[in-house]
């Protein structure tokens, strides 16, 4: 019996010499391991992408993707679903065949970049997608297939009219040449390890923590409360206002409800929340008038505004088209304003003068209210006589001056405007630039083809915000409307200030010229406009640029002489314009031109423009004297 329970143990005794199964562990680079015991680096480099290069690039690639046991067995599980096989099938398929097949092997997008990068010695630290796609698909031979030049040729077209903004936002340059989708968190033509985010330099969104949240929610409810507040507050003044207007004298406000047929030069008042003058323009009153092809509103006329004298003043109806809802935003363009808030100059309301007083101030002439710089703006000064009140006078633009035909107003107001030394509208500034296109090019082959202006009235803030495409094609008819190198001069309001560009769209140079010694980064509308203009420009001429340039439009801020004030810009820009065509160059240098160098202008230097616009509109018999 104890044998049979001997033999019996021994049955179920494990066998030493059986096999063990020998299960898999984490998968590690011993040379790597070793290495970290004695204490060597190894030193690894990222290029601008964020992906991995250098000669251990392939050593670090590999040690970081080691999987442990667990995630090995997960990624066999999902490889033997019968999904993922149909997935993997097709994309098998695929990619067995591939249209436009890649040709570099093991070498990737990254160390290619790198290799072509160290072989040009070039400085950029990254090239486009759709060059590194094109030679990933350039044989050993070194030859170019027709259809991966063809892709890579409308890819630079596509790039010189397209922006960086619409590259990101949408689908990149590569993308739209192929016709293909773009996948989410990659960028075609760039490799592993390249996203959006780094190849834009978009800054992540970080989620707001619930005490942002709270605050942010607290700083609405405070605002919603101001707002109820002040509303309530606008309510009673105006309640109390118009109680007002009705009971004070007739002569207080001479209210017009008939208005002269055609231009006239008007006053801006608003109502709300104190009655007041906003600004200043022209009221056009012409049967079946239009406002932005749409019907005017009841009780409402069309007005162009020229100056502004509240910047903080709202439109009385906002543009919807542009979002434009202050009036200093709409200088140059038409708007609605109410009937009862428009007055013909000389019909302003005033109030009635004591007997102490003698004759209102508004009525004195001009020349006794200030004493006039120079003979001749003393002689039209004290002479002025405008045909009827609130007239104005039409003077013709020819086709040459701003490359079409039009008629400027030029109203009364406008010559008060340079009497006073006040802020100059759109009519005073174009007025200047007929001036020297009579005094100065007219007849001089030379500088008639190498300077040219733009319009103010057809490329201004309100209009770049409302209607970009027509701004955009207005100036890449301007500036292909000669073969030749030109300078085209703008004189810009952004709104309350005059600003001076002068491009040269062949050389693709800006030159900025700012009175206020602002940047050009203030006016993001305008130089996106320009930018894109010039681009367009490009793509038609069929220009060639480097690709390094591709993108780029060279800015040139110009040290040029500042203003003291906040009303002299107008006059800066006149007197740039002047001094850039009688010097006779397309190129401005940085410090500008050391004929005319100085901190600031002298008033004697602004009297001089001032005279020759008096002497000019007496010339045009714009006036009467």
């Not at 993707?65 to 990624?75: K, R």
């Not at 209210?255 to 231009?263: A, L, R, V």
């Amino acid at each position: 019996m104890a044998s049979d329970q001997e033999n019996s143990q021994d049955a179920n005794a494990p066998d030493d010499t059986s096999e063990k199964e020998i299960t898999r562990g984490i998968t590690i680079m011993k040379s790597i391991i070793r290495d970290r015991d004695k204490a060597v680096t190894y030193n690894v480099n990222w290029n601008a992408d964020n992906q991995l290069i250098g000669s251990n690039a392939a050593k670090l690639a590999s040690y970081i993707g080691t999987l442990v046991q667990e995630e090995w067995v997960a990624f066999v599980a999902q490889r033997r679903d019968e999904n993922f096989k149909k997935v993997s099938a097709t994309n098998r398929e695929r990619a067995s065949n591939p249209t436009y097949a890649y040709k570099k092997g093991c070498l990737g997008y990254a160390r290619l970049e790198e290799k072509i990068l160290d072989e040009t010695k070039s400085d950029a630290t990254s090239l486009p997608p759709h060059v590194l796609w094109k030679e990933a698909r350039v044989g050993k031979d070194g030859t170019v297939r027709d259809d991966v030049q063809h892709i890579y040729d409308e890819c630079e077209t596509l790039s010189q009219s397209i922006s960086t903004a619409e590259d990101q936002e949408n689908r990149s340059v590569l993308s739209r040449a192929l016709n293909v989708p773009e996948y989410p968190g990659r960028v075609r033509g760039k490799g592993h390890g390249c996203t959006p985010t780094s190849l834009y330099k978009n800054p992540r969104r970080r989620n707001p923590s619930n005490q942002e949240v709270m605050e942010t929610l607290q700083a609405l409810q405070a605002q919603v409360l101001q707002l109820q507040k002040d509303n309530e507050r606008y309510r009673c003044m105006e309640k109390c206002s118009s109680q007002l207007k009705e009971t004070s004298e007739k002569a207080s406000i001479n209210c017009q409800n008939k208005f002269p047929e055609g231009i006239s030069s008007c006053q801006l008042y608003l109502s709300s929340p104190t009655y007041r003058l906003v600004g200043k323009g022209k009221v056009h009153n012409t049967s079946g008038d239009l406002l932005h092809h749409r019907p005017l509103p009841d009780g409402h006329l069309k007005v162009s505004v020229d100056v502004v004298l509240d910047k903080d003043a709202l439109l009385p109806i906002p543009d919807i088209v542009s979002e434009t809802t202050l009036l200093r935003d709409a200088i140059g363009s038409f708007v609605a304003w109410p009937l009862d808030l428009i007055f013909i100059d000389d019909e302003t309301p005033t109030k009635p003068a004591s007997k102490d007083k003698g004759i209102l101030r508004h009525n004195e002439s001009v020349a006794s209210q200030k004493e006039v710089f120079a003979q001749g703006s003393q002689q039209l000064s004290q002479k002025i006589d405008m045909a009827t009140a609130g007239a104005i006078r039409l003077l013709d633009m020819e086709e040459d001056i701003f490359g079409y035909s039009c008629t400027e107003t030029i109203g009364k107001e406008d010559l008060e405007h340079i009497f006073r030394h006040q802020e100059l509208g759109v009519g005073v500034i174009h007025t200047y630039i007929r001036f020297l296109y009579d005094n100065f090019m007219r007849g001089n082959d030379q500088l008639s083809n190498r300077f040219r202006f733009v319009s103010s009235s057809l490329v201004n803030k309100a209009l770049i915000c409302r209607e970009p495409d027509s701004c955009r094609e207005y100036l890449v008819k301007r500036f292909t409307a000669s073969s030749t190198n030109n300078l085209y001069l703008w004189p810009y309001n952004s709104g309350c200030h005059w600003l001076l560009l002068a491009i040269d769209p062949l050389k693709e140079v800006v030159y900025f010229l700012n009175s206020i010694d602002g940047e050009w980064t203030n006016y993001p509308d305008m130089k996106q406009l320009v930018d894109t203009s010039i681009k367009v420009f490009r793509s038609q001429r069929q220009a060639r640029v480097p690709r390094t340039k591709s993108s780029n439009i060279t800015w040139i801020k110009v040290q040029c002489p500042l203003q003291r004030n906040g009303i002299d810009c107008g006059y800066f820009v006149m007197r740039f314009m002047r001094e850039i065509i009688n010097m006779n160059q397309i190129e401005i240098p940085i410090t500008y031109f050391d004929e005319y160098k100085c901190a600031h202008y002298t008033r004697l230097q602004l009297e001089q423009i001032k005279e020759e616009l008096c002497q000019y509109f007496i010339e045009k018999r714009l006036i009467s004297i």
